[in-house]
């Protein structure tokens, strides 16, 4: 399992993850103090799989209707009492042949916080898609009919991601992890 509080997203990516301005996200770190990431050699941030967690609790609470320090004061408390921030694991779709790329997927991405289901065919995740609902479909950019599904479950309003990105790691670290568009 995946160490939720090693330093791996730039605020930039976190940003986009939480669908906050880096602006507020700074201003957070300096008037509450709850979330305050780690720096690299560089001195840029650095935030953890929990602390985007603990970012996204803050936002759904005021989502919820909450001020913002009435926000924060409840995630001091949820970290003083140990509570996790982790929520289920996003359940992902991997539509591609390859061998080993549900295992690659998984270990860049990290299974704790994905759930990874290979169907190895267009028919079969067809019927995946259907049966498991999933957040985000990885395709094999390269097959035409993979890609044709893409189309098809884009349309139904689902994030899909081709599978090339697996072949640059360092493109899903820039892009925080998963950019889904």
Known sequence: MADRTAPLFSIGAVARMVELSTATIRTWETRYGHVVPQRSDGGQRLYSR???????????????????????????????????????RLRVLLAESRLGAARRLTELLGADVFEVHLAADPVAASQAFQDLSPAVVVVDSDDDEFVELAERIRAEGVKVLPIDLLERPLALLDAGRLALK
């Open 50 to 88: 929990d602390q985007v967690d603990q970012l996204r609790f803050v936002k759904d609470a005021m989502a919820d209707g909450r001020r913002p320090g009435e926000a924060h004061r409840l995630l001091g408390e949820r970290v003083a009492r140990g509570e996790s921030f982790g929520g289920a």
